[in-house]
């Protein structure tokens, strides 16, 4: 049922998009083999850099490749982020956003709760870093895809340490990160994420999925569900533990919000991805409930991935009159709404309506992606404010696409340090870390009766905002039961207690892959226990790793590696470097639900217009597209770094999937 993704023969040997034979080889492709062993990452980079500012780092789709993306950061850090000036201290990126198919995958018992077909299944790199043969050299956030090992990010459905430096946010979650910014000032960005893609026919169900999961249950279990959507909306009118802290600075997703792509260049994106368009006409392009946030958290940045291309955005938040929202429809909720009405203007498209009755913006135009906005005489331009939401999606994890953003983001709130916490952060050489979100917090304590563990409709309607008393109690059950090394200089500090529950890959396993039942996890039951809540759909950790069945034979893991060497070029390519990137004709689609083929609105829709793309097998159709994305010399490459490094031996026998 594989197929390749991108550009084939087809099967009349013309253009057009072959099945099962992935991406055709070139005629000519003897420097290919010659530089089959190299990689290319382009990373842009947005935002000024200040004293201030936070340096964030944003991917899109991993797949399992986290040596490859730390290792294009740290070439862009030696390049871009060290100073000359002895005098001047070097600056680093502060964290790594991950915007889902991260692939946790711990042994190969983690394989059954993979949703890839069984012969693109590879171990990747995580294991390497869940073991502590290696570390992540920068602290890392990350939401869970489509994906993912489930199985291992279900026991952390509140959120958790994955692996050492590398935080999972929960199925859905708001967590802050600090750092010090000046001699006595401590300043914080406010990080929401939601997990999973969206299907309506699970969407308002609870979550009843457990490992080892049949068919349908190793897809529902990434669905997003719709009390973690309220929970998130409800953060937006919900007081804060501090009078500053407000707003949502960033949120991650893996889906794009439904109807983003008319606030972007929809020519462009078109280009790239012309089988985008039918969806984008119907409004099935993105997640109806991540649009529904958009509108309700208006975050300054989004970042999303799952459609593996990039694209930029800028929604301008504005108040509609009385006469408008008298108007709205309030009562359409998430259900699609056609977008037949859009129409042409001059080059751009202009969006109908409120396709969603929550919506609160106005589109106005097009804007660049440079994020001016076209100057305009209509009276709409008068209902505007200064709030706006920067969209960002990037493409998966492979030589020469645009995979990778760098974004200096200033601080929305800070505070006055006490002594004790800068003396933490001397010892810490100044590097970020993470906090609770006290209003979250409160907000999951009160709501825990949404988390069911049921197949049946789950009803959230308790529309109340969390009340300053609620936010005080997080704060007195932190005093009292938050026992960590951070607990005297912060008691929202996240405690660094990453455990490993299964034992770690080893190499020289054999036997088929068996799915496990959930087991637990330690953090999970310390994060219940201290806000006073039972488990409802995950389970108390029994035992370590010394009481499980052994999976395979154990052995001393080998020594840890270094990172792979880079060298970094600017603004063209390195010597004797390939026009085109390697092909890989084991390439496959990672955004096919296989068993969702025939079902509408499912989660693979962008695919199945590919796939009516392919059979059609359009004659006249050329490669014009697969050298704008992955060559990047008629893309946005401007201002790119380019980083030119060794790729490092593949680390399983199967073939790596992309």
């Known amino acids: 049922r594989g197929r390749g993704r991108g550009r084939g023969r087809g099967r009349s040997g013309r253009g057009g998009r072959g099945r099962g ?64 000036d002895p005098n001047l201290p070097d600056k680093h990126v502060d964290v790594l956003l991950c915007c889902g198919d991260v692939q946790t995958l711990r042994n190969t018992a983690d394989f059954p709760s993979l949703n890839v077909p069984p012969k693109y299944k590879a171990m990747g790199d995580f294991h390497a870093y869940y073991s502590g043969q290696k570390v992540a050299p920068i602290l890392t956030i990350m939401i869970g895809g489509n994906h993912e090992a489930s199985n291992y990010l279900q026991e952390l459905h509140y959120g958790g340490w994955v692996a050492p430096n590398i935080y999972y946010l929960g199925a859905a979650g708001v967590i802050n990160i600090s750092k010090r910014t000046s001699a006595d000032t401590i300043s914080t960005l406010r990080i929401a994420g939601l997990s999973g893609i969206y299907n309506s026919r699970h969407y308002s169900l609870g979550r009843y999925e457990m490992p080892p999961y049949d068919q349908g249950g190793l897809r529902s279990v990434y669905h997003s569900r719709e009390v973690d959507v309220k929970r998130l909306q409800a953060v937006a009118t919900a007081p804060s533990a501090t009078e500053q802290q407000q707003a949502i600075d960033i949120m991650i997703s893996h889906d794009w919000p439904r109807g983003i792509a008319y606030h972007g260049n929809l020519p462009q994106l078109l280009r790239k991805k012309p089988y985008f368009k039918q969806e984008i006409e119907d409004n099935e392009l993105g997640s109806p409930a991540n649009e529904v946030l958009l509108h309700t958290l208006k975050p300054r940045h989004w970042f999303a991935a799952h459609l593996h291309v990039k694209f930029e955005a800028l929604v301008r938040h504005g108040s509609k009159s009385p006469e408008k929202e008298a108007t709205n429809d309030s009562t359409s909720g998430l259900e699609s709404q056609p977008m037949a009405a ?22 106005l135009g097009m804007e660049s992606n440079d994020g001016t906005c076209p100057v305009s005489s209509s009276s709409n331009m008068e209902s505007l404010t200064e709030q706006m939401t920067r969209f960002l999606s990037l493409d998966k994890c492979l030589p020469k696409r645009r995979h990778i953003q760098i ?32 209003t979250w917090l409160a907000m999951l304590r009160r709501t825990h009766g949404w988390t069911q563990r049921t197949r049946r409709v789950v009803v959230a309607d308790d529309d109340n905002p969390v009340t300053k008393e609620e936010i005080e109690d997080i704060l007195k059950r932190f005093e009292g039961g938050n026992k960590n090394e951070c607990s005297l200089t912060n008691l929202l500090a996240v405690p660094h207690n990453f455990a490993m529950t299964v034992p770690p890959h080893d190499p020289s396993s054999y036997g088929p892959p068996r799915g496990l039942p959930m087991i637990g996890n330690p953090q999970t039951d310390l994060f219940l226990e201290t806000l006073g809540l039972d488990h409802r759909i995950t389970v108390p950790f029994t035992g370590g790793m010394q009481q499980q069945q052994p999976l395979f034979s154990q052995q001393p893991p080998p020594p840890p590696q270094p990172l792979i060497p880079s060298a970094v070029i600017h603004g063209g390519r390195a010597k ?16 096919e639900d296989l068993d969702e083929v025939k079902a509408p609105g499912n989660d693979a829709s962008c695919e199945l217009q590919e796939m009516a793309v392919e059979n059609k097998g359009d004659p006249a159709e050329i490669d014009l597209e697969e050298s704008e994305e992955e060559d990047g010399s008629k893309d946005d ?12 031996p593949p680390s ?6 992309r």
């Open 576 to 591: 004797n470097m390939p026009t085109h990137t390697i092909d890989d004709e084991n390439e496959i689609d990672l955004d």
């Open 407 to 438: 974004t200096h983001v200033e601080p929305s709130s800070s505070r006055s340090a006490n002594d004790a916490e800068l003396a933490s952060t001397v010892e810490n050489n100044d590097k970020a870390w993470l906090e609770y979100d006290a």
């Open 21 to 84: 034979g992935g991406r055709h080889q070139y005629q000519n492709n003897s420097n290919h083999r010659e530089n089959a062993s190299s990689s290319v990452h382009n990373i842009g980079a947005t935002g000024t850099p200040s004293s201030t500012s936070f340096t964030v780092a944003v991917q899109g789709c991993s797949h399992g490749e986290l040596d490859s993306i730390y290792d294009a950061l740290e070439c862009y850090r030696a390049q871009k982020l060290t100073s000359n």
């Open 342 to 363: 859009a129409t042409k203007v001059e080059g751009t498209m202009e969006e109908p309506k409120d396709p969603v009755g929550t919506a609160t913006t106005e589109f």
């Open 652 to 657: 399983s026998v199967a073939k790596k999937p």
């Open 637 to 648: 490459a401007g201002g790119d770094t380019v980083c030119f490094s060794p790729s490092s």
